[in-house]
């Protein structure tokens, strides 16, 4: 069948376009390779980061998941959805944020030297914790939230019932989801921190705070040392696929965080210790997640003078990767809504961006200058990486229009193309625009291998915005921020206004 | 005439059946719940796979074809038109898959539309039919695929008893007209009663010959007695 053929063929290609640089990569890995002390302390670092971000984001997410799921307050809901914002934020313009609260001349220190304490550094350890969890907190609030709304309300008006007292309310009620869903998050969370560059590249660096991400890209783009990259990053592929395997052995597949949290909630009597604990919480986190931003914006619109007109490539750049990284990870997917996607999905997190970057750069380098064909690269690495998501977000719309409709087109003897453009595609149209948004959000917002690649010959507007941050420019990097927020976010919704015309 | 001599086993469903159909009469399937009726319908129109036996049409082997090739159109209970289509779109599916369909088929298409009573719904989404008119578009789809069987899996359960009666009667006037095999399940007695002279029996995991309509549903000494 033609839907098999092609399922087929997108196995392949996402094999060739994994693997492929895989491979490539282990082979050239140093085979007398030996660990210095600065490889040591990659490692001990990079695992050390992970841990306590993870470790941090989930400890702090639980209090705040817990107080959303019993107030009611007007904002709720917008607090909720404001949850999702920071996973299609592009990670240098929240960087920008927290650097213009938390940064050495931010809103933070101001205060803390006006009133004669010593001043906080956001560079280091610090600040590669800040930056991830402001990214995870909001991630595991959503899952810990999900958990609590799907408790049945039947167990909390029994605990009012029996007027229980605040350690048993928990250990009855909340243990067993803490239990349940915290594991699965920390170990999410741990992976992502694991593998994550843009951060570790514009606050970590030096020799106490560099991560074997940062060590491979280091080494690969200053260097030159190939076989050291190879080797760092076939140590980092390990853990992370270790990680990742374990988590499913032990947790099973993760759940699906994307659901709709808009559920009544319960409402009941909380002594006013409760109230004044909860809403601390509420209105600290709010403040933490919403002030870098709004911090950035204001900044960033008060320097829009500052922006240059050589501006305009990058922005197009950007747009264009964007666009064809979506369509391609998109059209990827529909090969992928079986089981096999979900495991893949689940699996290529543990692969990093930049790994497969510099596969590629070893796989084509005797061929022809991989700084040549950065475009095609960046397309490649782009359109892989968005391909989990994709897979995640159109598998049950996917799942629903078979077993809805596969019988009546079976009845009405349909081909398997006629099946696909009567049936199938218009079915699918909201989905299928949800997911291209969001891949084409990620994809115009990443700061990953365009870093390793990107120079003179091609830029992404991302990277304009780092190099402007080297470059002490921050003014004009705020202001270009704001770009590149209102693109991302104005892609996002431009796709997500399509798939919601004229559907039945 | 539709000679079915086939068992199906399944994990938790058994059913044999050894009976003769005759072309152009209407017969009532009725049994317990879980008995297998819909299992029996899907068997004979192909979206289920007998475990041994044959199905003869007409003295033609048809267990081994797919569905669309043996000349069995069925209504199912739910999901018998594609919500995102115009009433037109669903009812060309069936005649073609061109987005432009030919004057001869339009021609037909005109013609079922007067046969069913649908005429000015041409534009409108299901969602923006009542059930009943939705029965009638499901009909128009199966009549237009000019198939000699024609099965019913309870497709008018969800109707009100008028609506349903209207249904009924249109099915047997086509029926009628066109000279078709109908089997159609159905968990009311009633039903069997307006318009199937013959009804077949499905219980312990057995699909039994086909009797005379009054004497399948004799509340006393019929087969049906307990269930009744």
Redesign the interface.
């Given at each position: 069948m033609a839907q098999r053929t092609f399922s087929i063929v997108a196995n392949c290609t996402l094999l060739f376009a994994v693997f492929g640089p895989l491979v490539v990569l282990i082979f050239h890995a140093d085979q007398n390779f030996t660990f210095t002390s600065a490889d040591r302390a990659a490692l001990k670092f990079t695992l050390l980061q992970a841990a306590l971000s993870s470790l941090l984001s989930v400890l702090l997410a639980w209090p705040l998941a817990l107080a959303l799921s019993r107030r009611q307050f007007r904002g709720r809901r917008l607090l909720i959805v404001a949850l999702s914002v920071p996973f299609i934020l592009p990670v240098i313009v929240a960087i920008l944020g927290l650097l213009s609260v938390f940064g050495n001349s931010g809103l933070l220190n101001s205060l803390l030297s006006f009133f004669g304490f010593p001043v906080f550094s956001i560079y280091g350890l610090s600040g590669v914790l800040l930056a991830h969890i402001f990214f995870n907190i909001p991630l595991a609030t959503r899952a810990f939230l999900l958990a609590l709304e799907r408790r049945p309300k039947e167990l909390d008006r029994l605990a009012d019932g029996l007027n229980l007292n605040f350690l048993i309310r928990f250990w009855i009620l909340d243990w067993p989801i803490v239990r349940l869903i915290a594991p699965q998050i920390f170990s999410l969370i741990f992976v992502l921190c694991l593998t994550s560059f843009a951060v570790v590249l514009t606050l970590g660096g030096g020799p106490k705070a560099t991560t074997l991400e940062l060590a491979i890209y280091q080494s690969f783009r200053f260097e030159l040392d190939f076989g050291r990259a190879s080797f760092l990053a076939f140590i980092q592929l390990s853990i992370a696929a270790l990680t990742c395997v374990l988590s499913i052995i032990i947790f099973g597949l993760p759940l699906n965080f994307n659901q709709s949290l808009d559920r009544p909630i319960h409402k009941r009597y909380l002594r006013l210790g409760s109230l004044f604990w909860d809403f601390g919480i509420i209105i600290v986190m709010g403040l933490f997640l919403t002030i870098p931003l709004i911090s950035v914006l204001l900044k960033g619109v008060q320097n829009f003078y500052l922006l240059e007109i050589t501006i305009w490539t990058p922005i197009f750049n950007s747009i264009t990767l964007a666009l064809f990284s979506a369509l391609i990870s998109t059209i990827l997917a529909m090969g992928f809504m079986n089981k096999w996607g979900e495991v893949i999905g689940t699996l290529s997190i543990a692969v990093s961006p930049l790994i497969i970057g510099a596969g590629l750069f070893l796989m084509i380098k005797n061929f022809i200058s991989p700084f040549e064909v950065t475009f095609w690269v960046i397309l490649t690495v782009n359109s892989i990486m968005g391909l989990p998501f994709a897979i995640r977000i159109m598998r049950p719309a996917s799942d629903e229009i078979i077993s809805?409709?596969h019988?009546?087109s079976?009845?009405?003897?349909?081909?398997p193309?006629?099946w696909f453009?009567?049936?199938y595609l218009?079915?699918l149209k909201g989905a299928l625009t949800y997911s291209m948004g969001l891949v084409a959000a990620l994809s115009m917002g990443d700061l990953g291998v365009i870093v390793l690649f990107g120079g003179a010959n091609f830029e992404t507007l991302p990277l304009v915005i780092y190099q402007l941050m080297s470059a002490y420019r921050i003014d004009q990097a705020m202001a270009s921020a704001v770009i590149l927020v209102l693109i991302s976010i104005g892609i996002f919704l431009v796709f997500d206004r399509i798939g919601k015309t004229r559907?039945? | 005439m539709l000679k079915l001599n086939f068992s199906f086993e399944e994990n938790y469903l058994a059913i044999s059946a050894n009976l003769s159909l005759e072309s152009d009469k209407i017969y009532a399937i009725i049994g317990p719940s879980g008995a297998g009726k819909s299992t029996f319908l899907n068997l004979i129109s192909g979206f289920s796979e007998i475990s041994s036996g044959s199905i003869l049409w007409n003295e033609q082997e048809i267990s081994d074809l797919p569905p669309s090739k043996r000349n069995i159109s069925i209504l199912f209970q739910d999901n018998n038109l594609f919500p995102h289509l115009s009433v037109w779109r669903n009812l060309a599916l069936a005649v073609s898959h061109w987005p432009k369909i030919s004057n001869d088929d339009e021609a037909k298409l005109h013609s079922v539309i007067s046969e069913v009573g649908i005429r000015g719904l041409e534009n409108r989404k299901p969602s923006q039919l009542s059930g009943g008119q939705q029965s009638r578009v499901a009909l128009a789809r199966v009549l237009l695929q000019k198939n000699k069987i024609l099965l019913l899996d309870e497709p008018f359960a969800a109707l009100g008893p008028s609506l349903k009666d209207q249904m009924l009667e249109l099915i047997e006037k086509i029926a009628r007209n066109r000279g078709l095999l109908v089997l159609m399940v159905t968990h009311d007695p009633a039903d069997a009663n307006k318009i199937a002279s013959q009804t077949i029996v499905v219980k312990n995991n057995k699909v039994h010959t086909p009797l005379n309509t009054n004497k399948a549903l004799d509340p006393i000494n019929g087969p049906l007695a307990d269930y009744l």
């Open positions: 809805n409709f019988r009546l079976i009845a009405y003897g349909m081909t193309f006629a453009y009567w049936v218009p079915r559907n039945a | -």
